[in-house]
């Protein structure tokens, strides 16, 4: 079965960076786009970054353009996200998601299967 595990989250301060990492399995990763999302306390999932199958196309909400930086390498099956000058509205957990296709979308709803999440605490 497909499973997708992020791994990379922890605490650090505000300016800091780290990199999220998901490791997928059960699927033909080539085939599918891979997006990024996140969820704060008694907040909505929102969207984050996605990328396009072959990694040609990205696209990034408005909030984390210019710090966040998402990519992909097919031959380990992993998607990546650079996060950098790292903010305290950026504390949340954060998911990986797949979409089998073409497109990218930040829709959650669409997306095919979800990684359990890990979380990402920014302190000030």
């Known amino acids: 079965q497909v499973q997708l595990v992020e791994s990379g989250g922890g605490l650090v301060q505000a300016g800091g960076s780290l990199r999220l990492s998901c490791a997928a399995s059960?699927?033909?990763?080539?085939?599918?786009?891979l997006g990024w999302f996140r969820q704060a306390p008694g907040k909505e999932r929102e969207f984050v970054a996605a990328?396009?199958?072959?990694?040609?196309?990205?696209y990034y909400t408005d909030s984390v353009k210019g710090r966040f930086a998402i990519s992909r390498d097919n031959a380990k099956n992993t998607v990546y996200l650079q996060m950098n000058s790292l903010k305290p509205e950026d504390t949340a957990v954060y998911y990986c998601?797949?979409?089998?296709?073409?497109?990218?979308?930040?829709?959650?709803?669409?997306?095919?299967?979800w990684g359990p999440g890990t979380q990402v605490t920014v302190s000030s």
């Open positions: 998601a797949v979409l089998r296709g073409w497109r990218i979308v930040t829709t959650p709803d669409e997306y095919d299967y």
């Open positions: 990328i396009s199958w072959n990694g040609e196309r990205t």
């Open positions: 059960g699927l033909t990763f080539s085939t599918y786009a």
